[in-house]
């Protein structure tokens, strides 16, 4: 787009950086570039280089637009050059960082439901029923989204961990919600010498000959894109590779494996062949990566460790290489909701942890439907029956229907929580943390509730039909009742707001200050998350029922007291017009409205600009 990349980003918002394109998503070379396409991605380009060259020499593209891509390219070079400070990778993993992604994971997790204040779990608990597959995954999210971090903390074992000495905990996984399998990780596989990881032998071409280069990986996730796996010592678009460990096996029975990639790969498992892929064009059946190969291993057992070898030969037109491997243990047992539904009915309390496996929620597909995958839905039902107790934990990074919302006293919204998730959900579960996170999102009853809906799926083209009413104030016009709104999140504790202050005045080029009370009332120390929004009364154009303009975060112990202040500059005040290409602030009317979610405006008063 001419007008997004070259006159709003480049001219009006003077963006001095490069602009890249998605992986694979240039279709054009003249047109891209005029339009503001810095760099195709990945390497080597297809529509660059010497179709680039020929469009400058026929006039399609002027030398000035080709010397400002050179330009941004090459600020982008010098700004990714390594600092004076060396690099630490073992930084990544120390204990306060450690600590800090628990911090954050614990302040983020956001509490949508808890009547009978069933929560935090009390200290006369003795036996806990876990249930859900999610409670033994961390999941981050598939695709470009997934995070590969030094150490996970499953909710299990953030729960077993935090209530060792408190109540038994029982653990059962349900449901398989697995659409696919996932990336087998580190901790899976080891060296005859006792050592995590794989070794890794890289060939200078395609053919597995010569001398190797030896390294030693983590996992097999690889993403080489149009780089060499060893710069300087192999070709990136020559070369072969054989990965060599052992395989410990984490449950009994048939364990499909999948090699996702491109180019030629084979999986051996204790010598036999279980996955070969001889196909090494992409495919689009998963988001372009290249074709998920699938086969089934023999019936392993559980804590048996199995000899692994991969082999890989790079043989692709897509300019580009990746390759990871996958598994799908078989961790649900046939009878994996009767053993739950018992499991809950033994217990005081049951936890049922559903959410998105990995790969769900990932780049380059759709989400078939809004509910959770699997036969999560009938899951959580049926335990509830079994035990009027429960709570339920959703993983996951995208609304979900929750039909049972009704039947369960308690729900949790846990995101993807990266690594420390675990100890962190036991945080806000068993009351050390005090949950405080609100919804950057809202949540519907229903899918054909969503604005995008009637737009969905397209014919190979995108209607943003919902125009400035996106996110909470579609809901907000059109007056429907989300299931949880934008801005939502309870706490174990109870906050009052009062004594809301602002002018009844103000000319343009002022800044409007706005402040007001909060106190905690209840009996545990919380932290809040106080939202402002503004009502634009007498707008010329359509505008939002309420827009959200400042939040203020503030810790508070029991029987505390604090004025918060928020300041809204002009801009706070104005919509942008289109014909005239600038922001614009209507003098008239407008409404301040504090509250503790969208929906729950605890405070309002009016305001007028004056002309």
Same mark, same amino acid.
């Given at each position: 787009s001419h007008y997004l990349l070259r006159e709003l980003l480049k001219q009006e918002w003077?963006? !001095?950086g490069t602009a890249?394109?998605?992986?694979?998503?240039?279709h054009s070379t003249a047109p891209a570039l005029n339009a503001g396409c810095d760099l195709e991605m990945p390497g080597p380009a297809k529509y660059r280089g010497g179709l680039l060259k020929e469009a400058v020499q026929y006039w399609q593209v002027s030398e000035e637009t080709l010397e400002d891509a050179v330009r941004r390219v090459l600020r982008l070079i010098v700004? @990714?050059?390594p600092g004076k400070v060396p690099a630490n990778p073992h930084l990544a993993s120390t204990v306060a960082h450690r600590q800090l992604a628990r911090e954050i994971a614990s302040e983020s997790i956001t509490l949508l439901k808890n009547e009978g204040n069933l929560l935090p779990i009390q200290d006369s608990v003795r036996k806990i029923a876990v249930i859900g597959l999610n409670a033994m995954l961390t999941v981050t999210g598939g695709g470009s989204s997934r995070v590969l971090g030094s150490e996970w903390i499953t909710p299990l074992q953030g729960l077993q961990e935090a209530l060792a000495d408190q109540a038994e905990i029982i653990y059962e996984p349900g449901d398989d919600n697995r659409v696919t399998g996932q990336p087998v990780e580190a901790s899976y596989f080891s060296q005859p010498d006792g050592s995590q990881g794989l070794k890794a032998k890289l060939y200078p071409n395609p053919d597995f000959q010569g001398e190797p280069l030896i390294m030693h990986v983590p996992a097999l996730d690889e993403w080489w894109g149009g780089a060499s796996p060893a710069p300087g010592e192999i070709d990136g678009h020559a070369f072969s590779a054989v990965w060599e460990g052992q395989y410990t096996a984490a449950v009994s029975g048939l364990t499909p494996f999948m090699l996702v990639g491109n180019g030629y790969s084979r999986l051996y498992i204790d010598e036999n062949l279980v996955v070969e892929n001889n196909n090494g064009d992409v495919v689009p059946d998963y988001g372009n990566y290249g074709p998920v190969m699938v086969g089934e291993s023999n019936d392993l057992k559980a804590g048996q460790t199995y000899p692994l070898r991969v082999e890989?030969?790079?043989?692709? !037109?897509?300019?580009?290489?990746?390759l990871q491997l996958w598994h799908k243990p078989p961790y649900v047992p046939a009878d994996g909701h009767a053993r739950a539904v018992n499991a809950a009915a033994a217990a005081e309390l049951a936890i049922v942890v559903v959410g998105s496996p990995d790969a769900y929620e990932t780049e380059g597909l759709d989400r078939p439907t809004m509910r959770l995958p699997g036969h999560q839905d009938e899951l959580v039902v049926e335990v509830a029956q079994a035990n009027p107790n429960t709570i339920v934990v959703v993983n996951a990074g995208t609304p979900m229907e929750m039909s049972w919302v009704n039947q369960v006293p308690a729900i949790l919204w846990a995101y993807f929580p990266g690594q420390e998730g675990g100890h962190a959900?036991?945080?806000?579960?068993?009351?050390?943390?005090?949950?405080?996170?609100?919804?950057?999102?809202?949540?519907?009853?229903?899918? !054909?509730?969503?604005?995008?809906?009637?737009?969905?799926?397209?014919?190979?083209?995108i209607l943003y039909g919902e125009d400035i009413f996106i996110g909470y104030r579609y809901y907000d016009a059109r007056k429907i009742e989300p299931l949880f709104p934008f801005g939502h999140g309870l706490?174990?504790?109870?906050?009052?707001?009062?004594?809301?202050? @602002?002018?009844?005045?103000?000319?343009?080029?002022?800044?409007?200050?706005?402040?007001?009370?909060?106190?905690?009332d209840g009996n545990r120390s919380g932290s809040e998350v106080a939202q402002v929004y503004l009502h634009d009364v007498q707008s010329r154009i359509p505008?939002?029922?309420?827009e959200l303009k400042g939040f203020k975060r503030v810790f508070l112990d029991p029987g505390a007291e604090v004025r918060l202040t928020v300041r809204l500059d002009e801009l706070a005040f104005s919509f942008y017009d289109q014909d005239l290409h600038?922001?614009?602030?209507?003098?008239?009317?407008? !409404?301040?409205?504090v509250g503790s979610s969208s929906r729950d405006i605890r405070l309002s008063a009016s305001v007028k600009l004056e002309a």
């Open positions: 003077g963006f !001095e890249v394109s998605d992986w694979s998503a240039l700004r @990714c050059m890989y030969s790079y043989q692709t !037109e897509a300019g580009f290489a990746m959900l036991a945080d806000i579960l068993t009351g050390v943390v005090n949950p405080s996170g609100k919804l950057p999102l809202t949540l519907p009853a229903r899918i !054909e509730d969503n604005p995008t809906f009637i737009n969905y799926p397209g014919d190979r083209s706490s174990y504790t109870q906050f009052t707001y009062g004594e809301l202050s @602002c002018p009844s005045s103000f000319h343009q080029g002022e800044t409007v200050e706005i402040s007001f009370t909060i106190r905690n505008r939002p029922p309420r600038q922001w614009i602030a209507e003098p008239g009317y407008f !409404e301040i409205q």
